[in-house]
């Protein structure tokens, strides 16, 4: 499933990560890459261990920890650190699928990326082009959203980043491995999550029907659950 994320970051936190990457040095997009991502990739991105990277991340890292829709939407069990991307003069990256397992440079820690994301740091109003087009079985979705705003998709679809033909296109991306691996089951526990939600709102936290719900949220997670 698709999920949009609105506000992920103030316009403060957007500005203050801005001014953090901005004034980083970037290097050939092509360095997280897997062999035939590199070839479709024309970007730049910050180096996984660039200071002002890790600063901003903290930020992303920290905003997407209070989040309750991202929270209930991915149901993280490990999240990549943020990295950052740039494009502009008809930069792009050609249609891929995500790398399935992430490995930490010099390390042995590994995530499987369930999720992807993609958080917004430019106003759309800003540049031309740079819609993330994400393909599933209902289609091409084409996603150009608000700064601060973040996309949340199976890392498992083909998708693409069509040419900034003007101005700047930067977003910070990651992947996320998810408590609960299979979409369809990570997509019914969040339809449950929100409609217990809309009952606590109308009828109270302890109205029986909202106490049997939840009780039913918590032993379908118990079943599926990948901790
Ligand atoms: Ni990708």
Known sequence: MMIQVPEVLTREQVAEVRRLILAADWVDGNVTSGAQAALAKRNRQLPEDSPAGKR???IVLDALGRNALFMAAALPAKVWPPLFNRYEGGEQ???HVDNAVRLKRGGTERL???LSATLFLSDPETYEGGELTI?????AHAVKLAAGDLILYPASSLHHVTPV???E???SFFW??????????RRVLFDLDAAVQRLVAELGQGHAA???LTGTYHNLLRMWVDV
């Open 56 to 58: 901003a991340g903290e």
């Open 93 to 95: 990256f050609r249609m």
């Open 112 to 114: 499987r990326s369930d």
């Open 135 to 139: 393909e599933d079985s209902y289609g």
């Open 165 to 167: 033909t003007s101005g």
């Open 169 to 171: 296109r930067l977003a």
């Open 176 to 185: 996320i491995q998810s408590m609960i691996r299979d979409d369809a089951q």
């Open 210 to 212: 909202v106490v049997a």
